[in-house]
DNA sequence: GAGTGGTCTAGACCACAAT
DNA sequence: TTGTGGTCTAGACCACTCC
């Protein structure tokens, strides 16, 4: 029951209760909640303010309901480390890039579907490429699947001075990807910096990547630099956040 | 108006058609949307039924509503770049921390609360730091402002027999922080780690950070090695989304 | 006082899942 | 068929902001 005389809106005491008996366990990962119908018995309010609450743990990431079914509670994320920084030329050479090593080490099948495209560069990408706003830079526009489902999605720009008449135009960039044809072309890449940060889904992004409510993605931008400090590719992607966690390390001095 | 043929919830069109009119300017940043009994109108549809459809507007991070004033678009966030892999010794050594720097470049004031206290480590941090589950850690727990207002959460744990008799275990570390305590006490550092992750926010740290609806907190689990690999310490720091962006660099070989 | 969002109700009907 | 969540309505009253 709820307590009308506390100020605080009804729903959010709902809420409170329930998110009090998840984290403490007595509402356990997977276990159903009461009914809604039950709650509205359990708690003495209308059934849309029992939905206000259930809307409340969803939107926290904590439950997720199925039409038919019921509520459950989230079990807690299985969460993959993506090492980021042994993005080295080695580990490069080997394979087609990060994704297709990570497909070995972990046993999936991966897939891609690619799409190449011209653009002129806006203010953002202009800044990272160091060239003008309105230049035209070659796209690649990647969704990254791990045995048929979308893992990632990348959207890869590059100076387009520095991708005529390689195979960084076509679909298909052949062995070691986007970056080997690079360094075949003269560019010899020399450093890497990655832009990390989060935000939850656009509607495109959250059917794309099977996102439950309440689950944001991890947004990473990077940079590859050439030996004389010219930025030659800046490559967006966008990961599901309770999918993916990513790693870094660096020595101390 | 909606189309109830279309067999798409009516406050699903609803969110569409705004979100549409957001992102392509028609609705610009700060701008107020229609009044709820105006959308009313507009669509057809029952109070409720706009209030859901600005809701999920809200959880997307796209709007903010202003009790008595309106609903607003959200202006794009101001991001701040925290350079991480540039935690060397010798910037360490002219400051008492990473914060402290930020706080002198782009002066703000900078203020910290911390509770220091001992726990048994989880199963978590316990393999973070190689040790056994259940065995005493130096837990230090810290608020940090910038001009009053919270900006992170970090909670830092070091294996006890690391921090006792040093000035870890008190609230003020004294110059260097931390990281100078340790390799005063001969614990030398060799490298780092970070995990990054994303997440809704509890409601504590929404309150704390002061995070409006539909943003996520990102998470930094940093990790600490001696020259040998042992790990010193555990630093797990919980930052608003919208106002922080983490940036890593390496050398491509 | 007028306009705004915030909360809440008592229903109704639909869509989906399981039996 | 029964029980579940999903959608929607027509109102009511409250709390806050601004004039």
């Not at 709650?39 to 997720?64: H, I, K, M």
């Not at 509670?73 to 080295?88: E, G």
């Not at 160091?130 to 990647?142: H, L, N, P, Q, S």
């Not at 910096?193 to 989060?198: C, D, F, I, L, N």
Request: hydrophobic share 40%; no cysteine.
């Amino acid at each position: 029951m709820v307590d009308r005389r506390s100020g605080v809106p009804a729903f959010r005491q709902v809420a409170a209760d329930l998110r009090n008996k998840i984290t403490t366990g007595r509402l356990s990962a997977g276990e159903q909640l009461p009914s809604e119908r039950d709650l509205v018995d359990q708690y003495g309010v209308s059934r849309p303010t029992v939905r206000d609450a259930v809307n409340v743990l969803r939107s926290e990431g904590l439950v997720t309901s199925e039409h038919g079914r019921g509520v459950f509670v989230r079990p807690p994320a299985n969460v993959q480390r993506l090492a980021r920084s042994r993005l080295s030329r080695s580990a490069r050479e080997e394979n087609r890039g990060a994704f297709l090593a990570d497909a070995a080490a972990h046993g999936f099948t991966p897939s891609t579907s690619v799409k190449v495209s011209f653009e002129a560069a806006d203010d953002r990408v202009a800044g990272y490429l160091a060239i003008e706003t309105g230049a035209e830079v070659t796209v690649r526009d990647r969704v990254l699947r791990a045995d048929g489902l979308v893992v990632q999605l990348a959207v890869s720009r590059l100076r387009r001075e520095f991708t005529r008449g390689t195979a960084i135009e076509q679909v298909d960039t052949g062995p070691g990807g986007t970056y080997a044809r690079l360094e075949e072309a003269g560019h010899r890449l020399a450093s890497f910096t990655e832009h990390v940060g989060a935000r939850m889904p656009t509607p495109d992004e959250a059917s794309l990547l099977q996102l439950a409510e309440g689950v944001p993605v991890v947004t990473v931008t990077r940079v590859a630099y050439r030996e004389d400090g010219v930025p030659v590719e800046t490559n967006d992607m966008v990961l599901a956040a309770d999918r993916y966690q990513l790693s870094y390390e660096w020595a101390a001095d």
